[in-house]
Protein backbone atom coordinates (compact mmCIF):
# COMPACT_ATOMS: atom_id res chain seq x y z
CA UNK A 1 0.00 0.00 0.00
CA UNK A 2 1.43 3.05 -1.39
CA UNK A 3 1.74 6.03 1.68
CA UNK A 4 -0.53 8.43 -0.01
CA UNK A 5 -2.94 5.88 0.49
CA UNK A 6 -2.30 5.22 4.35
CA UNK A 7 -2.45 8.88 5.31
CA UNK A 8 -5.98 8.62 3.55
CA UNK A 9 -7.79 5.59 5.06
CA UNK A 10 -5.76 5.08 8.50
CA UNK A 11 -6.80 8.03 10.12
CA UNK A 12 -10.45 8.14 9.56
CA UNK A 13 -10.99 4.45 10.68
CA UNK A 14 -9.22 5.32 14.04
CA UNK A 15 -11.86 7.02 15.20
CA UNK A 16 -14.43 4.50 14.71
CA UNK A 17 -12.04 1.55 16.00
CA UNK A 18 -9.77 2.15 18.88
CA UNK A 19 -8.13 -0.94 20.29
CA UNK A 20 -9.03 -2.47 23.31
CA UNK A 21 -11.94 -1.11 24.27
CA UNK A 22 -14.71 -3.19 25.53
CA UNK A 23 -18.21 -2.40 24.82
CA UNK A 24 -21.20 -1.87 27.23
CA UNK A 25 -24.76 -2.15 26.84
CA UNK A 26 -26.70 0.58 25.94
CA UNK A 27 -29.72 1.90 28.32
CA UNK A 28 -32.92 2.96 26.98
CA UNK A 29 -32.23 6.56 26.59
CA UNK A 30 -28.87 5.36 24.79
CA UNK A 31 -30.56 3.21 22.72
CA UNK A 32 -32.90 5.79 21.78
CA UNK A 33 -30.20 8.22 21.10
CA UNK A 34 -28.71 6.03 18.15
CA UNK A 35 -32.00 5.08 16.86
CA UNK A 36 -32.90 8.63 16.33
CA UNK A 37 -28.95 9.60 14.70
CA UNK A 38 -29.90 6.26 12.34
CA UNK A 39 -33.46 8.03 11.40
CA UNK A 40 -32.02 11.78 11.03
CA UNK A 41 -29.04 10.35 8.70
CA UNK A 42 -31.29 8.48 6.30
CA UNK A 43 -29.94 9.51 2.83
CA UNK A 44 -32.77 11.67 0.29
CA UNK A 45 -30.85 10.73 -2.82
CA UNK A 46 -33.59 12.62 -5.03
CA UNK A 47 -33.27 15.68 -3.72
CA UNK A 48 -29.61 16.08 -4.04
CA UNK A 49 -26.84 16.87 -6.75
CA UNK A 50 -23.40 16.39 -6.37
CA UNK A 51 -19.83 15.51 -8.25
CA UNK A 52 -18.80 12.06 -7.14
CA UNK A 53 -14.85 11.69 -7.34
CA UNK A 54 -13.47 8.32 -6.95
CA UNK A 55 -10.09 6.82 -6.84
CA UNK A 56 -9.32 3.36 -6.45
CA UNK A 57 -6.10 0.57 -6.66
CA UNK A 58 -6.76 -3.32 -7.48
CA UNK A 59 -4.30 -5.69 -7.06
CA UNK A 60 -1.15 -5.78 -4.17
CA UNK A 61 1.32 -3.90 -6.06
CA UNK A 62 -0.80 -1.69 -8.74
CA UNK A 63 -1.13 1.53 -9.17
CA UNK A 64 -3.40 3.83 -8.51
CA UNK A 65 -5.92 4.87 -11.47
CA UNK A 66 -6.89 7.80 -12.41
CA UNK A 67 -9.90 10.08 -10.90
CA UNK A 68 -12.79 9.08 -12.22
CA UNK A 69 -15.20 11.80 -11.89
CA UNK A 70 -19.50 11.64 -12.01
CA UNK A 71 -22.46 13.95 -11.66
CA UNK A 72 -25.17 13.18 -10.43
CA UNK A 73 -28.39 15.09 -10.54
CA UNK A 74 -32.01 13.81 -9.82
CA UNK A 75 -33.93 16.66 -11.17
CA UNK A 76 -32.62 15.78 -15.14
CA UNK A 77 -34.32 13.17 -17.18
CA UNK A 78 -33.42 9.90 -16.17
CA UNK A 79 -30.73 8.80 -19.12
CA UNK A 80 -29.04 12.17 -18.23
CA UNK A 81 -29.12 12.02 -14.23
CA UNK A 82 -25.65 10.66 -14.20
CA UNK A 83 -22.91 12.26 -16.44
CA UNK A 84 -19.43 10.98 -16.49
CA UNK A 85 -16.78 13.60 -16.65
CA UNK A 86 -13.56 11.45 -16.54
CA UNK A 87 -13.07 7.93 -16.28
CA UNK A 88 -9.66 6.88 -14.55
CA UNK A 89 -8.42 10.02 -15.75
CA UNK A 90 -9.31 10.28 -19.59
CA UNK A 91 -12.19 11.58 -21.02
CA UNK A 92 -15.26 9.06 -20.92
CA UNK A 93 -15.61 7.09 -24.72
CA UNK A 94 -19.18 6.97 -25.84
CA UNK A 95 -19.66 3.11 -24.66
CA UNK A 96 -19.19 5.00 -20.96
CA UNK A 97 -21.23 7.06 -21.70
CA UNK A 98 -23.84 4.96 -22.81
CA UNK A 99 -23.58 2.53 -19.72
CA UNK A 100 -24.13 5.82 -17.54
CA UNK A 101 -27.15 6.06 -19.87
CA UNK A 102 -28.69 3.01 -19.08
CA UNK A 103 -27.47 3.40 -15.29
CA UNK A 104 -30.38 6.18 -15.62
CA UNK A 105 -32.81 4.52 -17.38
CA UNK A 106 -32.48 1.30 -14.58
CA UNK A 107 -33.48 3.95 -11.86
CA UNK A 108 -36.21 5.62 -13.78
CA UNK A 109 -37.59 2.21 -13.98
CA UNK A 110 -36.79 0.95 -10.48
CA UNK A 111 -38.74 4.34 -9.15
CA UNK A 112 -42.04 3.81 -12.06
CA UNK A 113 -42.04 0.50 -10.63
CA UNK A 114 -42.12 1.34 -7.35
CA UNK A 115 -45.02 4.08 -7.81
CA UNK A 116 -47.19 1.26 -9.74
CA UNK A 117 -46.67 -1.04 -6.54
CA UNK A 118 -47.96 2.09 -4.28
CA UNK A 119 -50.81 3.32 -6.16
CA UNK A 120 -52.25 -0.48 -6.36
CA UNK A 121 -51.54 -0.91 -3.20
CA UNK A 122 -53.57 2.49 -2.54
CA UNK A 123 -56.46 1.21 -4.57
CA UNK A 124 -59.27 -0.80 -3.11
CA UNK A 125 -60.94 -1.37 -6.31
CA UNK A 126 -57.60 -2.42 -8.42
CA UNK A 127 -57.84 -6.23 -8.97
CA UNK A 128 -55.73 -8.16 -6.71
CA UNK A 129 -52.24 -9.49 -8.15
CA UNK A 130 -51.54 -13.00 -8.48
CA UNK A 131 -49.34 -13.66 -5.99
CA UNK A 132 -45.44 -14.86 -6.06
CA UNK A 133 -43.97 -17.11 -3.79
CA UNK A 134 -42.28 -15.19 -1.23
CA UNK A 135 -38.43 -14.96 -1.91
CA UNK A 136 -35.88 -16.46 0.73
CA UNK A 137 -34.20 -13.03 1.81
CA UNK A 138 -30.42 -13.12 1.49
CA UNK A 139 -29.29 -10.12 3.55
CA UNK A 140 -27.05 -8.52 6.45
CA UNK A 141 -29.02 -6.18 8.32
CA UNK A 142 -27.87 -3.53 11.31
CA UNK A 143 -29.34 -4.69 14.55
CA UNK A 144 -30.56 -1.54 15.99
CA UNK A 145 -32.30 -2.69 18.93
CA UNK A 146 -29.24 -3.83 20.55
CA UNK A 147 -26.21 -1.49 19.86
CA UNK A 148 -23.42 -1.48 22.69
CA UNK A 149 -21.47 1.83 23.76
CA UNK A 150 -17.90 2.21 23.09
CA UNK A 151 -16.94 5.48 24.55
CA UNK A 152 -18.89 8.62 25.65
CA UNK A 153 -16.98 11.93 25.49
CA UNK A 154 -20.01 14.19 26.37
CA UNK A 155 -20.81 15.53 23.30
CA UNK A 156 -20.50 12.36 20.70
CA UNK A 157 -20.71 8.06 21.23
CA UNK A 158 -19.26 5.52 19.66
CA UNK A 159 -21.55 2.33 19.19
CA UNK A 160 -20.64 -1.00 18.10
CA UNK A 161 -23.58 -2.06 16.20
CA UNK A 162 -24.45 -6.03 15.95
CA UNK A 163 -24.94 -7.47 12.57
CA UNK A 164 -28.08 -9.66 11.56
CA UNK A 165 -27.51 -12.37 9.06
CA UNK A 166 -30.49 -13.61 7.14
CA UNK A 167 -29.25 -16.50 4.77
CA UNK A 168 -25.85 -14.97 3.10
CA UNK A 169 -23.90 -17.45 5.28
CA UNK A 170 -21.58 -14.38 6.41
CA UNK A 171 -19.93 -14.87 10.11
CA UNK A 172 -20.82 -11.56 11.07
CA UNK A 173 -19.52 -12.10 14.43
CA UNK A 174 -16.15 -11.56 12.13
CA UNK A 175 -17.14 -8.26 10.93
CA UNK A 176 -16.76 -4.68 13.89
CA UNK A 177 -19.16 -2.23 12.96
CA UNK A 178 -18.92 0.87 14.93
CA UNK A 179 -21.08 4.46 14.33
CA UNK A 180 -20.03 7.62 16.01
CA UNK A 181 -23.33 10.03 16.65
CA UNK A 182 -23.06 13.97 18.11
CA UNK A 183 -25.71 13.49 20.64
CA UNK A 184 -26.60 17.33 20.13
CA UNK A 185 -28.22 16.87 16.75
CA UNK A 186 -28.85 12.97 17.38
CA UNK A 187 -26.52 12.68 13.83
CA UNK A 188 -24.20 9.94 12.51
CA UNK A 189 -21.01 11.60 11.69
CA UNK A 190 -18.96 8.51 11.21
CA UNK A 191 -19.40 4.99 10.47
CA UNK A 192 -16.97 2.53 9.64
CA UNK A 193 -16.21 -1.77 9.26
CA UNK A 194 -13.61 -4.05 9.77
CA UNK A 195 -13.33 -7.46 9.44
CA UNK A 196 -11.84 -8.95 12.91
CA UNK A 197 -10.54 -12.36 11.29
CA UNK A 198 -10.84 -13.96 8.31
CA UNK A 199 -13.79 -16.26 6.73
CA UNK A 200 -14.53 -17.99 3.60
CA UNK A 201 -17.98 -17.65 1.17
CA UNK A 202 -19.43 -20.59 -0.44
CA UNK A 203 -15.92 -22.05 -0.80
CA UNK A 204 -14.99 -19.69 -3.67
CA UNK A 205 -13.77 -16.26 -1.88
CA UNK A 206 -11.55 -16.02 1.26
CA UNK A 207 -11.95 -12.45 2.61
CA UNK A 208 -9.04 -12.07 4.62
CA UNK A 209 -8.81 -8.37 5.38
CA UNK A 210 -10.92 -5.04 4.93
CA UNK A 211 -11.73 -1.92 6.57
CA UNK A 212 -14.35 0.61 5.23
CA UNK A 213 -15.14 3.88 6.38
CA UNK A 214 -18.45 6.68 5.72
CA UNK A 215 -17.94 10.50 6.68
CA UNK A 216 -21.35 12.40 7.11
CA UNK A 217 -21.63 15.82 7.08
CA UNK A 218 -24.64 19.28 7.28
CA UNK A 219 -23.48 20.58 3.70
CA UNK A 220 -27.33 22.99 4.17
CA UNK A 221 -28.82 23.74 7.65
CA UNK A 222 -31.78 23.37 6.56
CA UNK A 223 -31.48 19.34 5.73
CA UNK A 224 -29.85 16.62 7.72
CA UNK A 225 -26.22 15.26 7.01
CA UNK A 226 -25.09 13.50 3.42
CA UNK A 227 -22.76 11.27 3.05
CA UNK A 228 -19.50 13.41 2.03
CA UNK A 229 -16.77 11.20 1.85
CA UNK A 230 -15.83 7.18 1.82
CA UNK A 231 -12.53 5.15 1.59
CA UNK A 232 -11.95 1.69 2.28
CA UNK A 233 -9.42 -1.60 1.58
CA UNK A 234 -10.03 -5.30 1.35
CA UNK A 235 -7.83 -8.44 0.60
CA UNK A 236 -9.52 -11.65 -0.03
CA UNK A 237 -8.58 -14.69 -2.47
CA UNK A 238 -10.97 -15.60 -5.40
CA UNK A 239 -10.17 -19.16 -6.96
CA UNK A 240 -6.61 -19.30 -4.41
CA UNK A 241 -6.10 -16.25 -6.35
CA UNK A 242 -4.82 -13.12 -4.49
CA UNK A 243 -6.92 -9.81 -4.43
CA UNK A 244 -6.33 -6.90 -3.03
CA UNK A 245 -7.70 -2.95 -3.47
CA UNK A 246 -8.21 0.51 -1.92
CA UNK A 247 -10.36 2.82 -2.59
CA UNK A 248 -11.68 6.50 -1.77
CA UNK A 249 -14.85 8.19 -2.82
CA UNK A 250 -15.52 11.95 -1.97
CA UNK A 251 -18.89 14.19 -3.09
CA UNK A 252 -18.67 17.97 -3.55
CA UNK A 253 -20.64 20.48 -5.32
CA UNK A 254 -24.12 19.76 -3.65
CA UNK A 255 -27.32 21.14 -4.99
CA UNK A 256 -30.80 20.93 -3.24
CA UNK A 257 -32.66 20.23 -6.23
CA UNK A 258 -36.60 19.13 -6.81
CA UNK A 259 -36.40 15.84 -8.14
CA UNK A 260 -37.37 14.50 -12.12
CA UNK A 261 -40.70 12.74 -11.11
CA UNK A 262 -41.47 15.84 -9.53
CA UNK A 263 -41.31 17.94 -12.44
CA UNK A 264 -43.72 15.86 -14.47
CA UNK A 265 -46.47 16.22 -11.92
CA UNK A 266 -48.96 19.17 -12.92
CA UNK A 267 -50.56 20.74 -10.11
CA UNK A 268 -54.35 22.39 -11.97
CA UNK A 269 -55.48 25.69 -11.30
CA UNK A 270 -58.96 25.72 -10.18
CA UNK A 271 -61.40 26.24 -13.02
CA UNK A 272 -62.39 29.75 -13.68
CA UNK A 273 -65.27 30.60 -16.53
CA UNK A 274 -64.20 34.10 -18.75
CA UNK A 275 -67.24 36.15 -19.23
CA UNK A 276 -68.12 38.15 -22.24
Known amino acids: MRPWFLGLVLPVLAAGLRAGEEPRAATAAEIALFKDAIKNTEQDPNHWAYTETTVKRIGLHGKPKGETIVRFDPSKPWPEQYTPLQIEGRPPTEMQRQKYRERGEQRGRAFARRQEEAAAAADPTAPARPTRPAKKER ?138
Open 139 to 276: SVTADLEHPRVVSDDGETMVFDVPLIEHGTGVPVEKIEVRAVVAKGPRQVRHASLRVKDSFRLKMVAKVKAGEASVDFAVVDPNFGPVMTAAVGSFGASLMFVPVHGVFSTTRTDWRRVKSYDERLQVKLAPLQLLGF
